[in-house]
C-alpha cells in the first residue's frame, strides 16, 4: 500500500490497482511516478494487441496514448472503473462499450499549444531559412574556402507582411494577443471557425489562394480527411509552404510530393504521416528535393513541459474521478 499523501483522498482507495500500457509514448520526464499516490501503479512501455486484455483485466484504472481498447476487451474486464487516455483523441477507445458498463473515459486536452506552436515555427524557419543547406556548406568546409564574409548559394525571404493561414483552432490559441512577436509580422487568416475573432476568416479555396503560410491543425474526421490534395495545392501560390501538425491523412501525401516536384509550392514542413512511424515507401521519403521538406517524427507536440503538464493532468482526472466516487467497490 503507497501512504496517502493527499488527505483529500480516501485511504481505502490507495489499494487499487493501475496500469498504464504504453509509458514510452510519453517518454521520460520529471513526474514520471506521479501516478503512484493513488495506489498499485503498473507501468508498461508498450502493449501489443494481444497482451492488452491480459494486462487490464483486473485494473481499476487504465491509462493509454495509443493502445487500442475495443468492446471485447472493455465488455470482459472484471474491474474496470475508469479509462484514462494520455492524449486528446479517444478514436482508439469504444466509448459505446464503455458507456454501456458505464466507465468514464477521460481525455486530456489543451497541453500541448505552446509545444506545438513552437515546433510549427521550427519547421516553418527551416524551410524558410534554408538551413540544411547553410549548415552543409559550412560543415564541408565551403565557408572556410570562400573569399567573402557571407554566402548567397540560397535565397530567403522574410515572413514580415505575409499571411499566415491555419486551418483548425491548434496553435491560434498561443498569443494572440501579441501577434506580432509570436508570428513575426505576419497576418493571420482562419480557415473554418477560430475563436482568434480579429483574424480574417475564409472559405477553403480563397483562403488557400490567398494564403503565403498553410498551417494545419485540424483533427482528422470525415470533413478533414483527404482535405489538402493535388487540385488544392494547386490553388496555393507557388511561394507557399505547407506545414501538417494536425494529423496525416488530412494531407494526400502522393499528391504533396507530386506538388513539390512539380514546383507548385515552395516546401512544406509535416510532422504526422497517415502510417506512423512513416514507412520507407512513403512519397515523402522519396521526395526530389529534399531540400524543399522538413519531416519530423510526430514530435511537436513533445516538449519536456508539455509532457510533464500531461502527466499532471491525467492525475487530475483520477483524482476528481475519486472524490466523486469517494469509494471503488471490489
Not at 464503455?98 to 524551410?127: C, M, W
Not at 507557388?238 to 491523412?249: F, V
Not at 528535393?289 to 522538413?294: A, G
Amino acid at each position: 500500500m503507497v501512504k496517502n499523501i493527499h488527505s483529500d483522498i480516501p485511504n481505502q482507495l490507495f489499494q487499487i490497482k493501475l496500469v498504464f500500457l504504453d509509458t514510452k509514448t510519453i517518454g521520460t520526464i520529471p513526474n514520471q511516478h506521479l501516478l503512484d499516490q493513488f495506489g498499485e501503479v503498473i507501468y508498461y512501455p508498450t502493449t501489443q494487441p494481444d497482451q492488452t486484455w491480459e494486462r487490464i483485466r483486473q485494473a481499476d484504472i487504465v491509462m493509454t496514448n495509443k493502445v487500442v481498447l475495443n468492446r471485447e476487451m472493455i465488455a470482459s474486464t472484471e474491474k474496470l472503473k475508469l479509462i484514462c487516455v494520455a492524449a486528446t483523441g479517444t478514436n482508439n477507445i469504444d466509448k459505446a462499450a464503455a458507456l454501456k458498463r458505464e466507465i468514464p473515459v477521460k481525455n486530456v486536452s489543451d497541453y500541448s499549444t505552446n509545444s506545438v506552436a513552437q515546433g510549427t515555427f521550427a519547421l516553418l524557419l527551416h524551410l524558410l531559412n534554408k538551413l540544411s543547406y547553410f549548415d552543409q556548406y559550412v560543415k564541408q568546409g565551403f565557408y572556410s574556402a570562400s573569399d567573402i564574409f557571407t554566402h548567397f548559394g540560397r535565397s530567403f525571404r522574410e515572413l514580415t507582411g505575409k499571411r499566415f493561414g491555419i486551418i483548425g483552432l491548434g496553435i491560434s490559441q498561443a498569443g494572440c494577443q501579441d501577434c506580432d512577436s509570436l508570428w513575426y509580422g505576419c497576418s493571420l487568416l482562419f480557415c473554418f471557425r477560430s475563436k482568434h475573432r480579429a483574424a480574417l476568416r475564409l472559405e477553403l479555396e480563397e483562403f488557400l489562394s490567398s494564403t503565403d503560410i498553410v498551417s494545419i491543425h485540424a483533427p482528422l474526421n470525415e470533413f478533414t480527411f483527404n482535405l489538402i490534395n493535388y487540385d488544392r495545392l494547386r490553388l496555393m501560390k507557388r511561394s507557399a509552404i505547407l506545414l501538417n501538425a494536425g494529423r496525416g491523412e488530412i494531407v494526400n501525401e502522393a499528391d504533396l510530393a507530386r506538388a513539390l516536384n512539380e514546383d507548385l509550392i515552395a516546401g512544406a514542413g509535416v510532422n504526422v504521416f497517415s502510417k506512423e512511424p512513416i514507412v520507407p515507401e512513403n512519397p515523402l521519403v522519396q521526395e526530389n528535393n529534399p531540400e524543399k521538406i522538413v519531416l519530423a517524427p510526430h514530435i511537436t507536440w513533445a516538449s519536456i513541459e508539455s509532457r510533464t503538464l500531461l502527466m499532471e493532468k491525467i492525475s487530475k482526472n483520477i483524482k476528481e474521478f475519486i472524490k466523486e466516487n469517494r469509494t471503488i467497490p471490489p
